[in-house]
Nanobody, 125 residues
Framework: VQLVESGGGLVQPGGSLRLSCAFSGYTYSGHCMGWFRQAPGKAREGIAALNTDGTRTYADSEKGRATISKDTSKSTLYLTLDNVHPEDTAMYFC?????????????????????YGQGTQVTVS
């Protein structure tokens, strides 16, 4: 399984970002996929998850701002984040785990995902 993020960079406050994650080595439909981020000195936190049945869930802090989507034909997962602010500055990672996403409480537990990409840096300034 390989996950490769792209699309990071410098974004102005109030703007939007769109990140991509190219995945290979497995069948998307059999894996829960998610987006996480980690700011300097802070723990990695979940943002959004896409279940094997297409159901999307978001961390409470990102509801209304984040959108997770995928293009199966391109084997790519996306994250759009609107109205960004400096606190969104972080390394952003996509992740995958075999099978369905876990239930609330564990869905954004970083330890339940077996695969992570190397990340893409987003700076909001």
């Amino acid at each position: 399984v390989q996950l490769v993020e792209s699309g990071g960079g410098l974004v102005q406050p109030g703007g939007s970002l769109r990140l991509s994650c190219a995945f290979s080595g497995y069948t998307y439909s059999g894996h829960c996929m998610g987006w996480f981020r980690q700011a300097p000195g802070k723990a990695r936190e979940g943002i959004a998850a896409l279940n094997t049945d297409g159901t999307r869930t978001y961390a409470d802090s990102e509801k209304g701002r984040a959108t997770i989507s995928k293009d199966t034909s391109k084997s790519t997962l996306y994250l759009t984040l609107d109205n960004v602010h400096p606190e969104d500055t972080a390394m952003y990672f996509c992740a995958a785990r075999g099978g369905r996403c876990l239930a609330d409480g564990l869905r954004f537990d970083v330890h339940t995902y077996a695969y992570y990409g190397q990340g893409t840096q987003v700076t909001v300034s």
